[in-house]
């Protein structure tokens, strides 16, 4: 029997969103509509159902329901001068 390489993901990444540490800096690919949208940003919180991601444009709160891939990013590059 072959697995279904959507069903992988979504577990893998929800094992990462489990395991995370509040301040992680990740990025959490969600349905969102007819497509899907990314947050990339800090974890800054985490319930039962949903994760908050502080993005650059403020925070987002992404249903766990909703996620399809995440993982975790290393810290943004020195803005230039």
């Keep these: 029997?072959?697995?279904?390489?959507?069903?992988?993901?979504?577990?893998?990444?929800?094992?990462?969103?489990?395991?995370?540490?509040?301040?992680?800096?990740?990025?959490?690919?969600?349905?969102?509509?007819?497509?899907?949208?990314?947050a990339l940003g800090e974890l800054r919180a985490r319930t039962d159902t949903t994760v908050t991601i502080d993005t650059r444009r403020g925070p987002v709160e992404v249903?766990?329901?909703?996620?399809?891939?995440?993982k975790p990013v290393p810290p943004p590059p020195p803005r230039r001068r």
Excluded: Q
């Design 1 to 38: 029997m072959t697995a279904d390489p959507a069903a992988v993901a979504r577990a893998l990444a929800l094992g990462v969103l489990h395991d995370a540490e509040l301040g992680d800096r990740l990025v959490v690919r969600a349905h969102h509509g007819d497509g899907a949208r990314d």
């Design 63 to 70: 249903a766990l329901a909703d996620v399809v891939a995440a």
